[in-house]
């Protein structure tokens, strides 16, 4: 079951989305603009090194356990591979507005819509479910998994 909650709001400015991967020790952070250009961001620094040109502007991006990269367009799923430089479109969602994007501690992939709704998502299809309408929740454009808590943390535009 699916609890909404709308802790805080805030604008993340040029970029888009961000996405973490790593331990608290060593970590990466990646992003993509609006450009399409994938990249890393220096935490230091705040210094922008782009990766790869998509030609699709993902509205955010998510991390398997491994390391995968995956990013969603309001309409589809993509694959990322930072090192062949080259994104594999996986598949459409069947609507529009999807803008959040996160995986789970086991994989599992979520995603939510600027327009309401939280999502199961096939990482393998981009097939998606509805899990759970979010009255009052319209996603701005992140979701995080806290497994700690063991749930999401998302922004939201009201």
Do not use: C, H, K
């Not at 935490?43 to 993902?58: D, H, I, K, M």
């Not at 969603?72 to 080259?86: K, P, R, V």
């Amino acid at each position: 079951m699916f609890s909404v909650q709308n802790v805080f709001t805030f604008s993340m400015g040029t970029i888009l989305m961000l996405g973490l991967s790593g331990n608290a020790q060593a970590f990466s952070i990646y992003a993509s603009d609006s450009s399409g250009r994938v990249g890393t961001v220096d935490p230091g620094t705040g210094e922008f090194s782009s990766v790869l040109q998509s030609g699709t502007q993902f509205t955010d991006i998510a991390i398997t356990e491994e390391g995968s990269l995956f990013g969603t367009s309001f309409t589809g799923l993509y694959s990322i591979d930072q090192s062949a430089g080259l994104t594999t479109f996986i598949g459409n969602y069947g609507f529009s507005g999807m803008n959040a994007l996160g995986f789970t501690g086991s994989n599992a992939l979520y995603g939510a819509r600027n327009t309401g709704g939280v999502y199961q998502i096939d990482a393998s299809t981009g097939s998606s479910a509805l899990l759970a309408g979010t009255s009052g929740f319209r996603s701005s454009g992140d979701i995080v998994f806290d497994p700690t808590q063991n749930l999401f943390w998302g922004t939201s535009t009201s």
